[in-house]
């Protein structure tokens, strides 16, 4: 099975900065990687897939880089909206499988 | 637009049994592979099953085969997972949710519904 690491695990953000953050997976899984934002309560909601596609109705701050084991997801400018927690998936390999998550926080 | 409603959550004992049942609309039934997801409180997400669009194959991640059991009826454009011989680590919110066309990321997911197992 492959592991997805994400890092850091926290990442402190203030409204308007620049956040990046990182998912490397165990082995290559090509470009077959998606991220999600989960907000507390609700379901996860695909932002990126093919490492850095936007899925429909995606801000463009939003951005996702990166193939074989590092990928990267970048918002350009942080919203209000935007602090929640996000989780990379690889869907490669059997079984697909995600990373623990970064939460972005206000700082 | 597509949704998806899973019902069928509930306090269990250990040992025992659930059937979840996820409602789909919206979008041809029919045509997509679907999972079930769960999150236990506070954790992470991890793949539970999925089944191809007819139903012929199913698959599960190694620690729940066996126990739980992955089906749809189409006719009634609705996922089910059998849950049996429950145990205390499989309390967690279990997502439904639809594999995209183009490969197997989820683009629309059901709100969860909560399974506790204790006693």
């Known amino acids: 099975e492959i592991v997805m690491t994400q890092s850091p695990a926290t990442l402190s953000v203030s409204p308007g900065e620049r956040a990046t953050f990182s998912c490397r997976a165990s082995?290559?899984?090509?470009?077959?990687l998606a991220w999600y934002q989960q907000k507390p309560g609700q379901a996860p909601r695909l932002l990126i897939y093919g490492a850095s596609t936007r899925a429909t109705g995606i801000p463009a701050r939003f951005s996702g880089s990166g193939s074989g084991t590092e990928f990267t997801l970048t918002i350009s400018s942080l919203q209000s909206e935007d602090f929640a927690v996000y989780y990379c998936q690889q869907c490669n390999n059997w079984p697909t499988t995600f990373g623990q998550g970064t939460k972005v926080e206000i700082k | 637009e597509v949704q998806l409603v899973e019902s069928g959550g509930d306090l269990v004992q250990p040992g025992g049994s659930l059937r979840l049942s996820c409602a789909a609309s919206g979008f041809t039934f029919s045509s997509y592979w679907m999972s079930w997801v769960r999150q236990a409180p506070g954790k992470g997400l991890e793949w539970v099953a999925n089944?191809?669009?007819?139903?012929?194959?199913?698959y599960y991640v190694d620690s729940m085969k066996g126990r739980f059991t992955i089906s749809r009826e189409n006719a009634k454009n609705s996922l089910y997972l059998q849950m049996n011989s429950l145990r205390a680590e499989d309390t967690a919110v279990y997502y439904c949710a639809r594999e995209s066309r183009g490969g197997s990321w989820y683009d629309y997911w059901g709100q969860g519904t909560l399974v506790t197992v204790s006693s």
């Open positions: 082995q290559s899984v090509s470009s077959n």
């Open positions: 089944i191809r669009p007819d139903g012929s194959e199913k």
